[in-house]
């Protein structure tokens, strides 16, 4: 594949050159695991790719706004990914319930259903036979019920989607699968409101964002939803065998990580960054 690419429908491709022509007014934004990083067993152990902090620096150059958008504590995200270095990057973690920006870090408290589904989860996973290698990540805002470890992750996680369903409506929270894993988090935050009020806040005139797993797909609607609004954007999707589905939903659709970040790369390239 040859880069920049030329995406798959005219409405990215129509985001890419309203990006290309015009950068001081662009917003590119992207997911971290599964896009700049590689989805590893424990997500402690994620990394950004060697070229991901380059490709981002010279892109936080020559365009407009540069962020990423992640599940994780933004913190996280900036300390596994060496993000501190690339200047003027906004971090939004938690699905927009954080902001880094500028070493500063600010954001809400976990509501108490959060607090109240940390309690309950480990008697629920237990009463639902829930298979040895099942484990459960404390994000603060949200908790993320992982069964890569367990010896058929697919069948441990529709085993558990049930429940853990049943434990959210409870709750008032929402149950959102992804990548062997369902997460439980506060509904009407997402990665499209975030990335919707991001354009909003910095009057982007387009916008590209990077994701890789279904959380990402909120994300692509509202790409899809400012285009309807006379804002061209671009959805690109690090492809994944895991999530077919986001593939389906992109403009254009590059090989994992390392495609993301030779994209980045080469538009900052284009863009002299």
């Not at 954080?98 to 600010?106: F, V």
């Not at 992750?153 to 894993?181: F, I, K, T």
């Not at 006379?230 to 690109?236: D, E």
Request: hydrophobic content about 45%; some cysteine.
């Amino acid at each position: 594949m040859t880069y920049p690419p030329r995406a798959a429908t005219p409405e990215g491709q129509a985001g890419l050159d309203a990006l290309l022509s015009s950068p001081q007014h662009a917003l590119v934004g992207t997911d971290f695991d599964g896009t700049l990083a590689p989805i590893v067993t424990e997500p402690r152990d994620a990394r950004a790719l060697p070229g991901a902090v380059p490709a981002l620096t010279r892109l936080a150059r020559a365009v407009g706004t540069l962020a990423v958008i992640t599940g994780r504590p933004a913190a996280d995200a900036v300390a596994y990914g060496g993000l501190e270095a690339v200047p003027g990057l906004i971090v939004l973690g938690h699905y927009g319930w954080q902001r880094w920006h500028d070493g500063e870090l600010a954001g809400a408290v976990s509501p108490p259903a959060v607090q109240a589904a940390r309690q309950a989860l480990p008697g629920v996973l237990s009463q639902a036979g829930a298979p040895e290698g099942t484990w459960i990540e404390d994000k603060g805002h949200a908790l993320a019920v992982h069964t890569r470890r367990t010896a058929d992750p697919e069948s441990a996680l529709r085993l558990l989607r049930g429940p853990l369903e049943d434990l959210a409506a409870q709750l008032g929270l929402a149950a959102e699968p992804g990548r062997m894993v369902i997460e439980l988090r506060p509904p009407g935050v997402d990665k499209g409101t975030a990335l919707t009020d991001l354009v909003t806040e910095r009057a982007a005139d387009s916008v590209l964002f990077c994701g890789d797993d279904l959380g990402d797909l909120p994300a692509f609607a509202a790409v899809r939803a400012l285009r309807a609004e006379g804002i061209p954007g671009c959805a690109v999707a690090s492809a994944s065998a895991e999530s077919p589905q986001v593939a389906a939903e992109a403009d254009l659709v590059v090989d994992g990580p390392e495609g993301i970040v030779a994209l980045l790369a080469a538009l900052a390239s284009e863009l002299g960054g």
